[in-house]
């Protein structure tokens, strides 16, 4: 698709160093707002006719576990926030979480008494160097993200594939003090959320206040004039992804604690729902606006329908069918706010000459 | 895509001195890489059929071609669709949703079999016609579009049929997709492939409806100025690409005498693997219909002489994966050496008197 | 417009191949007049009981999925017994569970010759066709855990008689919850063909008069996905709080279950029993979430459809009813009706006795 198809309103609203930036930040603000305040309304709604059939929705158990099921997707859609600001994708997580879980289980098992800290640095860090991978073989091979994250999908899995040869690993293999982290609560909220919650405010504080945070906006709204105006566009491209590696593979170590049972399969398919819980929570798939708090929201209304439906007994093949209609719904949305946007936008520099 | 322009655009400074040989370069290395792959395809033909033994029998010809159908019908739209800088990433949950509509027309619907398939095929072009609105239409990014339809499309091909399988479609049926010609052990599905090969081939290097396919693939304006409608013709581009999901689907359905929600999950990235590795460029505006049928071939034959070999499935696996990335960084690297060669070549020039 | 009228020519062009396609075979095919495909003969020659077993028979294993630990157990099953016969064992198969590539798979083992293939069916119906031609090129096929329709195989090796796991099943729910209450199935993916005869018989076991107080409220689907069992197992206490005990017949769904049910409120309140590997479960028993719970040895069932397939080649038996073969180990076997070999009842898991289980 050609540029001038989608460009217009992004190039205008995203770059928040160019002239007309201040008004159309503010504008884009207020619009994300709308956005946020728009997913809470739809989760309100779904809790409101989960629950008025099935009053237990609501109770203790039923909220802890819901935070629980989402703080690993919150994670992941805070990476895949990054990476879709600055235009391009991750399809990757999937596998590279499902490469650090194991990675973990194996780390147990060759050092039982291995202290979780050191297991949790250890999966960072491994998320990180595939998350090198990826940023390193597109600025060698200048092609869009699509295409090489697709590649390490199949190739980081297949690693995975290759080491586990049809070996599973048990809750009783791991260490206790390591499974609680994946159960336990803080004041009844699941300690697997709170960190999910501090990753999203650290990256939400980032991306507003730091510079090289807004950089990437501008990266994603219009790369070559990001270039222009002199911004290391390779360089933080790169550290997007690593950045994004990372967090997938802090969802890995999660997921094993979280699950205790793991095989080589851990994670498949997930960047789909990961890209979607993006997408809904208004972060733009063509780049330079969209904020972590959106991506978030978007994550946890993804889990809420999937257990809302296994609540009301519906179908629970119908699930997948509503992730894409999701997905259909809120780029459409975008779009539409996008044209507004402009519109509104020429309407206002008309007035000023 | 729209996301995508990021890669691609060395650093600025550099970029007037260097873009002819680059394109000069890329264009080389383009032109050959038709030839290379169809070079790799022999090497990989004549290598497995000296090492690898029962590789170079009639029989397993026809078990390699029948495996391969289903890929090259659905290679050839997306050659097209790809040139012109699109994607469609919904094909195989198309080609599943295809399966599983002829299922339950054959259980429940009482027409003849002859008609249902018809319809499947009608079916599939509404279903790509759905992609082709939502892209063109609305004019969304059709990477985000056929991630929602991906999602949607498989939903939807489980809802048609649950968990059921509908396996009792006639024998005769059944036995003739998978007939060899009388006298070869060439599968009589080839000479369909073949044809609709040729008519892909025709429309994209022989008329100027493929020219204007190659003009929106490199400058979509440029196209619309010289009088070719974009939207229309990606629109039809999509259609197409839904009705050979509809014969693909008919053909996977009868098959395997089974049609289920699950079939061809995943193929989606072995059509974009196997049109990229025949040297099509992600970024549209390049690429030839014989490079992705050798690509499709080549692809086929690895697999089933690493299988024939007993390689290990998680090893295909990352096999696939490799190739993906080496088709996307090879031609560009190669570009890259021939540019740094011919400016080498004219800096010497240069100095030389 | 010209590339408008050129491309829905080509759309025209495609409409035609399928209409081409589609009536090239015969006129009107329906449902109702299609006949029933007729399937290879079941078994060919005669059996002969004192043959001994071959040497170096070329046995092979296609599980549904290389990264299942259920199938490497099983498969090394089958590789100590192909030892014991002095066979060359190989296990190949796909890194997902689909019929597809199963298929892709047997035409590869047909192709290298193999002697006997014994495989695990993703789907009843999509890998017979591919059965059908390796056995036309001379291989023996034997099927176990799941079978495909019977025409395609020789011989089926059934982990248990499905109506041993349901009765066992019921009754280990039905003695933990007292006798009285509502129960729930967890089930795996409902066209796995075993599930589904099993919560058949389980409906009909829960019929008879000793049972009459235990309803069964309803049946969920795991998709023999670890988190998707884990939510739906945390659906079900949600959608039915009246809910005593879960049956979960599938090795993934009963320990996604145990570990949502060990870190709950419902913590030995809502019983959970099913089929369960030791290993998996050891820490859920030990805690108290699960009182007992059942199953065969896979590493057995594997061993057993090896000898199978070797008696096969070997020409012992034919899969015909009555032929009787030796497998190791494990004894002597009878080929039952439609040649299902019966590997025998599912051994109960408790405190008392896990501790010396080890797969």
């Known amino acids: 698709m050609s540029l001038s198809d989608t460009g217009v309103a992004e190039r205008s609203t995203g770059a928040p160093s160019a002239g007309a930036g201040r008004s159309g930040r503010g504008l884009t603000e207020r619009l994300l707002a709308v956005r946020e305040l728009s997913l809470l309304l739809a989760l309100g709604a779904l809790v409101l006719v989960t629950t008025l059939r099935n009053d237990r929705f609501l109770s203790g158990q039923s909220v802890k576990d819901l935070l629980l099921g989402c703080a690993i997707l919150v994670i992941l859609a805070v990476g895949q926030t ?82 586990a040869a049809g070996q599973q690993i048990n809750a009783a293999d791991m260490p206790r003090s390591f499974l609680r982290l994946g159960n336990q609560t803080v004041l009844g909220v699941p300690v697997l959320f709170l960190v999910a919650l501090v990753v999203v405010a650290v990256a939400g504080y980032y991306l507003r206040s730091y510079r090289s945070g807004r950089e990437l906006y501008a990266i994603g709204s219009e790369p070559a004039a990001a270039r222009l105006s002199g911004i290391p566009v390779g360089r933080r491209v790169l550290a997007v992804f690593v950045a994004s590696g990372a967090l997938a593979g802090l969802a890995g170590v999660l997921y094993a604690a979280r699950f205790g049972t793991l095989d080589a399969a851990a994670g498949t398919g997930l960047e789909l729902q990961v890209v979607a819980a993006a997408v809904v929570g208004g972060v733009a798939i063509f780049g330079g606006s969209g904020s972590v708090y959106g991506a978030a929201l978007g994550a946890v209304l993804l889990t809420m329908i999937g257990s809302s439906l296994a609540v009301l007994r519906i179908d629970p093949f119908w699930q997948q069918a509503v992730v894409g209609a999701l997905i259909l719904a809120a780029i459409g949305l975008d779009r539409l706010l996008a044209l507004r946007m402009a519109a509104r936008l020429r309407g206002r520099s008309a007035h000023g000459a | 895509m729209a996301h995508d322009s990021l890669t691609p655009a060395p650093p600025a400074g550099v970029r007037p001195e260097r873009e002819p040989g680059r394109r000069a370069g890329l264009g080389g290395a383009l032109g050959s890489w038709d030839a290379a792959i169809v070079a790799g395809l022999v090497v990989a033909g004549l290598v497995a059929a000296v090492a690898v033994p029962n590789f170079a029998t009639g029989r397993n010809a026809q078990f390699l071609l029948l495996d391969l159908v289903p890929l090259a019908l659905l290679a050839l739209p997306m050659t097209l669709i790809v040139v012109t800088g699109e994607i469609d990433l919904s094909v195989a949950s198309m080609v599943g949703l295809c399966s599983t509509l002829m299922g339950q027309l054959w259980l429940s619907s009482g027409l003849s079999l002859e008609l249902i398939c018809v319809l499947v095929v009608l079916l599939g072009a509404l279903l790509g016609a759905v992609n082709g609105v939502f892209v063109t239409g609305f004019g969304l990014p059709s990477l985000a579009v056929t991630i929602g339809t991906l999602a949607l499309y498989r939903g939807l091909s489980f809802v048609v049929l649950g968990d059921q399988a509908v396996a009792d479609f006639p024998a005769d049926w059944t036995a003739a997709v998978v007939r060899p010609i009388p006298g070869t052990s060439i599968p009589v599905m080839v000479v369909p492939v073949v044809l609709l090969a040729l008519v892909f081939g025709v429309v994209l290097h022989a008329t100027a409806v493929g020219r204007a396919l190659y003009a929106m693939g490199n400058n979509g304006e440029a196209a619309t100025f010289a009088g070719v409608s974009v939207a229309r013709t990606k629109f039809w581009l999509f259609v197409a690409s839904g009705a050979v999901c509809g014969l693909a689907g008919l053909f996977w359905t009868l098959r395997y005498a089974s049609a289920r929600g699950d079939n061809a999950t995943g193929l989606e990235l072995t059509v974009v693997t196997a049109v990229l590795l025949g040297g099509v460029s992600i970024f549209g505006g390049r690429g030839r219909l014989l490079g992705v049928v050798a690509g499709v071939l080549l692809l086929g034959v690895v697999r089933n002489a690493l299988q024939l070999d007993d390689v290990d499935a998680n090893a295909l696996t990352i096999v696939t994966g490799t190739l993906l990335i080496a088709s996307v960084v090879l031609p560009n690297a190669v570009g890259d050496v021939r540019a740094r060669l011919h400016r080498r070549r004219q800096r010497a020039q240069v100095t030389a008197p | 417009m010209i590339t408008l009228t050129r491309l829905r020519l080509g759309a025209t062009a495609l409409t035609l191949t399928a209409l081409v396609l589609g009536t090239a075979a015969c006129g009107g095919t329906t449902r109702d007049n299609a006949g029933s495909d007729s399937g290879a003969s079941q078994a060919g020659g005669t059996a002969n009981p004192q043959a001994p077993i071959k040497e170096g028979l070329k046995i092979a294993f296609l599980p549904k999925q290389v990264n299942n630990p259920y199938f490497t157990t099983a498969d090394n099953g ?160 949600q959608a039915y709080p009246n809910l005593k005990g879960v049956i979960s017949p599938t090795t993934v769904g009963v320990a996604a279950a145990a570990r949502y049910l060990s870190g709950s409120q419902y913590k030995g309140k809502v019983k959970l029993t099913g089929l369960g590997t030791p290993n998996q479960m050891r820490e859920y028993v030990k805690d108290g979430t699960v009182d007992a719970f059942a199953l065969w040895n896979p590493a057995d069932l594997g061993y057993l459809a090896a000898y199978a397939g070797a008696a096969l080649a070997s020409s012992q038996i034919t899969g015909a009813e009555g032929d009787r073969f030796t497998a190791g180990k494990l004894g002597e076997f009878t080929v039952g009706k439609d040649g299902v070999v019966v590997l025998g009842p599912p051994t109960v898991f408790d405190k008392s006795n896990i501790d010396t289980f080890n797969f």
């Open chain 1, 82 to 163: 990054l990476v879709i600001v600055t235009r391009n994708v991750d399809l990757s997580v999937g596998s590279i979480l499902g490469l650090v879980a194991f990675a973990t289980g194996e780390l147990f098992l060759a050092a039982p008494g291995t202290p979780w800290p050191v297991a949790l640095v250890t999966g960072v860090a491994l998320g990180a160097v595939c998350g090198a991978v990826n940023g390193g073989l597109i600025a060698v091979a200048r092609v869009p993200a699509l295409v090489i994250t697709l590649g390490t999908l199949y190739a980081f899995r297949g690693v995975d594939y290759y080491w």
């Open chain 3, 78 to 237: 089958g590789k100590e017994a192909v030892t014991e016969v002095k066979g060359e064992f190989k296990e190949v198969g796909p890194s997902e569970a689909s019929a597809s590539s199963q298929v892709s798979y047997i035409n590869t083992l047909s192709q290298q010759g193999m002697d006997v293939i014994v495989t695990s069916a993703n789907d009843p119906n999509a890998i017979c066709g591919a059965l059908n031609q390796a056995k036309a090129a001379g291989a023996k096929i034997v099927t176990f855990d799941s079978d495909t329709k019977p025409e395609c195989r020789q011989i089926f090796v059934n982990q248990v008689t499905a109506q041993g796991i349901a009765e066992n099943q019921v009754k280990l729910i039905s003695e933990q919850i007292g006798g009285q209450g509502e129960i729930a199935i967890l089930s795996a993916t409902a066209n796995a063909t075993n599930q589904n005869t099993w919560i058949e018989l389980m409906k009909e076991e829960l019929k008879k008069p000793e049972y009459s107080k235990v309803k069964l409220v309803t049946v969920a689907y795991g998709n023999d996905d670890d988190q998707k069992s884990f939510q739906e197992m945390q659906g079900l206490l």
